[in-house]
């Protein structure tokens, strides 16, 4: 079996009780561990249901697609993906731009006010 059809694993994580859920981008500068910010609780598997549910969402795949393989009870999560790998290379490349993009929109902000 090929890369592209095998499931694709993903190190996050989570902050739970954010004020929305987002993907916030990577954790640190060499890109192994994506941050996630859920509305949701983290008791009674509320947490992991919206992560579920976010990634689900933002890669556009069923929620049946996305499972959490590792860390049920812990922030620091390993999550399978059942999705081609371009696919998923194409979305973190995706995430990686939309991080470096908030900075920038900030000083432009501010330019604005002063």
Same mark, same amino acid.
């Given at each position: 079996?090929? =890369? !592209?059809?095998?499931?694709?694993?993903?190190?996050?994580?989570? +902050?739970?009780?954010? *004020?929305?859920? &987002?993907?916030?981008?990577?954790?640190? #500068?060499?890109?192994?561990?994506?941050?996630?910010?859920?509305? !949701?609780? &983290? +008791?009674?598997? /509320? *947490?992991?249901? #919206?992560?579920?549910?976010?990634? *689900?969402?933002?890669?556009?795949?069923?929620?049946? *697609?996305?499972?959490?393989?590792?860390?049920?009870?812990?922030?620091?999560? %390993?999550? +399978? %993906?059942?999705?081609?790998?371009? /696919? %998923?290379?194409?979305? %973190? @490349?995706?995430?990686?731009? =939309? @991080?470096?993009?908030?900075?920038?929109?900030?000083?432009?902000? /501010?330019?604005?006010?002063?």
């Amino acid at each position: 079996m090929d =890369r !592209a059809q095998q499931p694709q694993t993903l190190p996050i994580r989570v +902050t739970p009780r954010s *004020a929305v859920n &987002a993907v916030v981008g990577w954790a640190d #500068a060499g890109q192994d561990t994506l941050l996630l910010r859920v509305t !949701a609780p &983290a +008791t009674e598997g /509320k *947490a992991n249901e #919206a992560v579920v549910k976010l990634l *689900a969402a933002e890669l556009g795949i069923p929620k049946s *697609a996305v499972s959490i393989t590792r860390g049920e009870t812990s922030r620091n999560k %390993l999550v +399978t %993906l059942d999705i081609a790998a371009e /696919k %998923l290379e194409i979305w %973190l @490349k995706m995430v990686a731009e =939309r @991080k470096s993009a908030l900075p920038q929109a900030a000083k432009r902000e /501010k330019r604005k006010d002063a």
